[in-house]
């Protein structure tokens, strides 16, 4: 399984992955991550993870490699076979976010990297319909490409009866994409308490900052709050 990040990262891909993985372990099949970078730090520093990928994968001799993100550029370039999973595309990335000198600097690259993962893939997965809409268009993908949706673990995920004040919850570790400002003022029109769980803040009696949270404790913050507030600007697994 090869992301970006370490698996332990709050990121959807790799709650996505690390889950992945859980579930073939569950089923007596050996299965273990790869990843890029601990941090992002700079684009060097990046470059030089990814190319450093294909050596990792090579040491543990593996069956089927599955790539998620550009994490799996690296492996498109080597001529190996991988399965790949769009979670998202890079262009609807950029076009959603507002432009910064930086967006501008790597759009290009990212966006060219993408591209030669989802056409050089022996098989290719979305999370969506909709994300298989846009890399079927943006990246004149003609091959089959097949929809596995996210699940969801009933046995950790489930509604819970709650007493006292009305909450709502934000998660999020991008508060830009996910709007977390807009969430933030919707919560005090409305005279709701909010929690923000994912990114670091300063609390006040409307707004409540948990930081980054571990993925094992979601289940219990999300069965704190009555109502989820998630005014992104751009999701591939739309609800």
């Not at 520093?45 to 543990?60: A, N, Q, T, W, Y």
């Not at 807009?182 to 948990?210: E, H, N, P, T």
């Amino acid at each position: 399984m090869v992301t970006t990040s370490p698996l332990s990262a709050a990121g959807g891909v790799e709650n996505v992955a690390r889950n992945i993985i859980k579930q073939l372990r569950i089923r007596g099949i050996d299965a273990f991550g790869v990843h890029a970078y601990e941090r992002y730090s700079n684009p060097v520093k990046s470059v030089l993870g990814f190319r450093g990928i294909p050596r990792i994968v090579d040491e543990h001799k593996p069956d089927i490699v599955h790539t998620h993100d550009n994490a799996g550029y690296w492996i498109a370039k080597s001529g190996r076979d991988f399965v790949h999973t769009s979670h998202g595309t890079w262009i609807n990335y950029f076009d959603s976010m507002p432009s910064t000198a930086r967006d501008r600097i790597v759009k290009r690259p990212v966006i060219s990297m993408e591209k030669k993962i989802v056409n050089e893939a022996a098989k290719n997965t979305a999370v969506s319909f909709f994300v298989r809409a846009s890399v079927r268009k943006q990246y004149k993908i003609h091959k089959a490409i097949e929809v596995v949706h996210n699940g969801v673990d009933t046995g950790k995920f489930f509604p819970a009866d709650r007493k006292g004040e009305p909450a709502a919850l934000w998660v999020g570790t991008n508060p830009v994409l996910k709007g977390l400002d807009l969430a933030i003022s919707a919560a005090r029109l409305a005279k709701i308490k909010l929690v923000v769980a994912g990114v670091d803040g300063k609390s006040d009696k409307d707004v409540r900052f948990l930081g980054k949270v571990k993925p094992e404790n979601m289940p219990a913050i999300y069965r704190s709050a009555d109502l989820l507030v998630f005014p992104s600007l751009y999701e591939s697994y739309p609800i």
